[in-house]
T-cell receptor, first 115, second 110 residues
Framework: ETGVTQTPRHLVMGMTNKKSLKCEQH?????MYWYKQSAKKPLELMFV???????ENNSVPSRFSPECPNSSHLFLHLHTLQPEDSALYLC??????????????FGPGTRLTVL | GEDVEQSLFLSVREGDSSVINCTYT??????LYWYKQEPGAGLQLLTY?????DMKQDQRLTVLLNKKDKHLSLRIADTQTGDSAIYFC??????????FGSGTRLLVRP
């Protein structure tokens, strides 16, 4: 595997379910990001991890819970979601966070549908 | 405030040039970016420009920056069907977060 991978690519869940999204980067980077891309809003940053430490929580509801066990893996745990949470969730990584000109590499995303 | 505006849709004929425009409100960023998103894929960085530059050319891509008008554009020369995608402009704010535009969907007609 190369670059940034995300699993699953598609996920359908009910509002009472608990599921997790997984992201893995094979680039030797130290920063990882979760973004939400919905039809009605521009791409929104959700969380930033730098060297496994969370450095940004962009006012995300607590029904989204990130986890970064090491610099290569990032999870997004989902529980009691709402239909408006249906979106494409993109993971990205970069060499480090909070550095100007730092290129972010994106995964293909997980298309989430909440019924 | 932080806001980036893009036109939603652009249709061009194969072989023509495409120009995608972006207007931003905050001029504090030192880097401005263009990303491409193909169907079913994540975002791919195409090019970027420093705010002290007016123009950057990279093969078929030309980026123009008008700091006075806070206007950024991406010109694609000899547009091909493989260029059909959504194009996002983005800039890095003072806390180094990427702020994205709403995206322009480019359709290249054969």
């Amino acid at each position: 595997e190369t670059g940034v991978t995300q699993t699953p690519r598609h996920l359908v869940m009910g509002m009472t379910n608990k599921k997790s999204l997984k992201c893995e980067q094979h680039l030797g980077h130290n920063a990882m990001y979760w973004y939400k891309q919905s039809a009605k809003k521009p791409l929104e940053l959700m969380f930033v991890y730098n060297f496994k430490e969370q450095t940004e929580n962009n006012s995300v509801p607590s029904r989204f819970s990130p986890e970064c066990p090491n610099s290569s893996h990032l999870f997004l745990h989902l529980h009691t979601l709402q239909p408006e949470d249906s979106a494409l969730y993109l993971c990205a990584s970069s060499q480090v966070a909070n550095l100007p000109g730092n290129e972010q590499f994106f995964g293909p995303g997980t298309r989430l549908t909440v019924l | 405030g932080e806001d980036v505006e893009q036109s939603l849709f652009l249709s061009v004929r194969e072989g023509d040039s495409s120009v995608i425009n972006c207007t931003y409100t905050d001029s504090s960023s030192t880097y401005l970016y263009w990303y491409k998103q193909e169907p079913g894929a994540g975002l791919q960085l195409l090019t970027y420009i420093f705010s002290n530059m007016d123009m950057k050319q990279d093969q078929r891509l030309t980026v123009l920056l008008n700091k006075k008008d806070k206007h950024l554009s991406l010109r694609i020369a000899d547009t091909q069907t493989g260029d059909s995608a959504i194009y996002f402009c983005a800039w890095m704010d003072s806390s180094y977060k990427l702020i994205f535009g709403s995206g322009t969907r480019l359709l290249v007609r054969p």
